[in-house]
């Protein structure tokens, strides 16, 4: 069992940076691919990306771009997402998400964070 709690959200102005944070409880975590997720209320739940169980290999969904970087840390069973010159279009709540698996689908996932609101003011 691995519970996800997410923090970092709030209102930030466009151009700025962010990071997102997402703490995990388990003893699994260093097991688990990790992966971030964002929705809106007007489109389903997109992946951000997702990070091998060691870390070493990053993978992002076709909706990021080269702003978006995830990292872990496995000692402190945290997982991040870095975001950069942060738009408009990025406004969405962001999840967490683990599972034993490497897929682009949030079918594959099988632990959930609750999310972080994002919002990026113009």
């Known amino acids: 069992q691995v519970q996800l709690v997410e923090s970092g959200g709030g209102l930030v102005q466009a151009g700025g940076s962010l990071r997102l944070s997402c703490i995990a409880s388990g003893r699994t975590f260093s097991s688990q691919v990790m992966a971030w997720f964002r929705q809106t209320p007007e489109k389903e739940r997109a992946l951000v990306g997702f990070?091998?169980?060691?870390?070493?290999?990053?993978y992002y969904g076709d909706s990021v771009d080269g702003r978006f970087k995830i990292t872990r840390n496995n000692a402190q069973i945290t997982l991040y997402l870095q975001i950069s010159s942060l738009k408009s279009e990025d406004t969405a709540v962001y999840y967490c998400?683990?599972?034993?698996?490497?897929?682009?689908?949030?079918?594959?996932?099988?632990?959930w964070g609750q999310g972080t609101q994002v919002t990026v003011s113009s």
């Open positions: 990070i091998t169980e060691s870390g070493d290999t990053t």
């Open positions: 998400a683990a599972g034993p698996f490497q897929s682009y689908y949030s079918r594959a996932y099988v632990y």
